[in-house]
T-cell receptor, first 114, second 111 residues
Framework: DTEVTQTPKHLVMGMTNKKSLKCEQH?????MYWYKQKAKKPPELMFV???????INESVPSRFSPECPNSSLLNLHLHALQPEDSALYLC?????????????FGQGTRLTVV | DAKTTQPPSMDCAEGRAANLPCNHS???????VYWYRQIHSQGPQYIIH???NNETNEMASLIITEDRKSSTLILPHATLRDTAVYYC????????????FGTGTKLQVIP
C-alpha cells in the first residue's frame, strides 16, 4: 500500500467555522507533512512532523493547528480562516531512513473559505 | 537546499522523447537530484532521484552531468497522460524531506 489518503476531497467552510482535514498512511513512514498550494503556484511547506513530534512550522498562522495523534494519522484543524486561505491542502509522508526517502503525496483537500 | 532553475514550459509530440532540463549549479556533494510531477489538480508524484550516476526506472531516466551542475529528466515515449508540471529538487538524503518546490516546467504533450 503506497497510498496517502486525504479526507475530505472538497470542503467549503465559513469564516467562523471549525473544521479538520485528515490524512492517513499505512506505509510505516515516520515523517508527515502539510503543504498549501494556491492556483498556478508550487506547493508551499507548512508543517513537518517527525516521529509524531512537530519538527518544522514554516511560520504558519495559528488559525491552522496541526496534530499527529499516531504514526499513521495527521490532522489539520482549521478555525477562523480567511477567504485567502482557500487553496489545495496536500499531505505527504516519507520514510526517515534508508535510501528511498522520497515523499508520497495524497490527492489533496480543496478548501474554499466563504 | 540548493536552488534549481527550470524552463517554465515545454512542448513534446506524443510518442517522442521528452527531455526536461534542470540547472542546479550550487548543488553540494551530499545533495541528491529528485524529480516529481504534478498532473492537474492531483498531488505531486515522485518520479526518480539520483546522486551522480545515471538512473532509470519504469517511468523515466535521469541523466546527471559529470560536474553535477545540471541534469535532464527523460520520458522516453511521451503520452498525453504525461502532461504535467515537472519539478526538479535537490536535497540531502535521509532524515525528513523538507521538499521545497521551485516553479517547475509545464510539459504539454501534443497529439
Amino acid at each position: 500500500d503506497t497510498e496517502v489518503t486525504q479526507t475530505p476531497k472538497h470542503l467549503v467552510m465559513g469564516m467562523t467555522n471549525k473544521k479538520s482535514l485528515k490524512c492517513e498512511q499505512h506505509m510505516g513512514h515516520r515523517a508527515m507533512y502539510w503543504y498549501k498550494q494556491k492556483a498556478k503556484k508550487p506547493p508551499e511547506l507548512m508543517f513537518v512532523y517527525s516521529y509524531e513530534k512537530l519538527s518544522i512550522n514554516e511560520s504558519v498562522p495559528s488559525r491552522f493547528s496541526p496534530e499527529c495523534p499516531n504514526s499513521s494519522l495527521l490532522n489539520l484543524h482549521l478555525h477562523a480562516l480567511q477567504p485567502e486561505d482557500s487553496a489545495l491542502y496536500l499531505c505527504a509522508s516519507s520514510s526517515r531512513t534508508g535510501t528511498n526517502t522520497e515523499a508520497f503525496f495524497g490527492q489533496g483537500t480543496r478548501l474554499t473559505v466563504v | 537546499d540548493a536552488k534549481t532553475t527550470q524552463p517554465p514550459s515545454m512542448d513534446c509530440a506524443e510518442g517522442r522523447a521528452a527531455n526536461l532540463p534542470c540547472n542546479h549549479s550550487t548543488i553540494s556533494g551530499n545533495e541528491y537530484v529528485y524529480w516529481y510531477r504534478q498532473i492537474h489538480s492531483q498531488g505531486p508524484q515522485y518520479i526518480i532521484h539520483g546522486l551522480k550516476n545515471n538512473e532509470t526506472n519504469e517511468m523515466a531516466s535521469l541523466i546527471i552531468t559529470e560536474d553535477r551542475k545540471s541534469s535532464t529528466l527523460i520520458l522516453p515515449h511521451a503520452t498525453l497522460r504525461d502532461t504535467a508540471v515537472y519539478y526538479c529538487i535537490v536535497r540531502v538524503l535521509g532524515g525528513y524531506q523538507k521538499v521545497t518546490f521551485g516553479t517547475g516546467t509545464k510539459l504539454q504533450v501534443i497529439p
